[in-house]
């Protein structure tokens, strides 16, 4: 399973707060988060990503148990768009890898040409 709230609260916890004060610093960001989303904003966090309310039209779907058509009404839905730096990363430790692989293949390939 995830990171928890529970274990977003035990981190702020951890850097001085007592478990009171980070229960409350915890809460009152998410409910800043779910008021702004509830009234149509986007929330933009540096380094982090963005968080967009997106606005699906109604469709056509059916009931996968029964084959039934159906048709879905309009609704907002919540998107996340990740930063360039959190993907960066994400992704780090493909690049250490391949910054170590090429360096093998350069040092093999000086001790081949000393040889």
């Given at each position: 399973m995830g990171l928890k709230k529970n274990d977003i609260m035990r981190q702020v916890q951890a850097l001085g707060y007592s478990q009171k004060d980070s229960r409350e610093i915890v809460e009152a960001l998410m409910e800043i988060i779910k008021s702004s989303l509830e009234s149509g904003e986007d929330i933009l966090i540096s380094g982090f990503g963005k968080l967009c309310v997106k606005e699906k039209a109604p469709r056509r779907g059916r009931n996968p148990a029964t084959g039934e058509g159906l048709a879905?009404?309009?609704r907002r839905v919540v998107t996340f768009r990740s930063s360039?730096?959190?993907?960066?990363?994400?992704n780090r430790e493909d690049v250490f890898v391949m910054i170590h692989f090429m360096t093998a293949i350069k040092t093999f390939a000086n001790i081949k040409d000393v040889t």
């Open positions: 879905l009404e309009a360039g730096k959190l993907r960066e990363r994400i």
